[in-house]
């Protein structure tokens, strides 16, 4: 007997979805019943992967989103609703920093510190703004911001990326606290290391393996895995949680200080 996809007839709203984290949400929730709108900056690469979901048996569409230009954080909301007349599900996915100019305090750039606050934290509060006010006609959905395990946990470096997760954690459980009582829940996935192209080609074997001594389960995530946790704060099976951060990340951050010490020179406790 066929089983009846989870989020039948329901629609979603995926930001930056063309690669990594975003494109694993937007194929989920595709493969699950969602009809899935790619928010995405090139609009030909978008096209491209929404037929490729509608080949595979899901339905998509494209909406043009540019995170450097903020106006589209709400067009591509409005083009949405316009289209299918409201959103059941937003996956607010962009993310950026600069890890040229995001250091620490006194080496970071300031101005590059504030831009890097500025668009994190819009990125996820203009398009929101909006999608609440739709779904308060629509009778409530779910909304889940892909944060990161590190705006809870400080570094030596990425000061302005760990305060703007940090501001979209709060901003998360504002939300959630805001409008649970008209059936509009809110969340947040936090990612640890993730294996995506862009990080996975931007980082030195011997770095990789010197971080997954902080992990417990000593291997990188997927995004795949990632997508999976979005897909059940998306859904019904997770219909009484609301105001939840997430943790993604492989165990990272749990373990006592001396964890790394024990793994690193490869003691047993």
Known sequence: ???????????ALVTSSTRGIGLACAEKLAEN???????????????????????SGGDADTVYFDAEKPETCISMVEETIAKEGRIDILVNNFGTTDPTRDLSLVEGDSRAFFNIVEINLRSVYLPTKRVVRSMLGTGGGSIVNISSIGGSIPDLSRTAYGVAKAAINFLTRDIAVQYARYGIRCNAVLPGLTATDAVMKNMSHEFLESFLTNVPLNRAGRSEEIAEAVLFLASERSAYITGQLLSVAGGYGIPSPMYNLYMSTKKKV
């Open 1 to 11: 007997m066929k089983m009846e996809k989870e989020l039948k007839n329901k629609i």
């Open 33 to 55: 019943g969602a009809k899935v709108y790619l928010a995405v900056r090139k609009h030909d690469l978008g096209r491209r992967i929404a037929d490729r979901i509608i080949a």
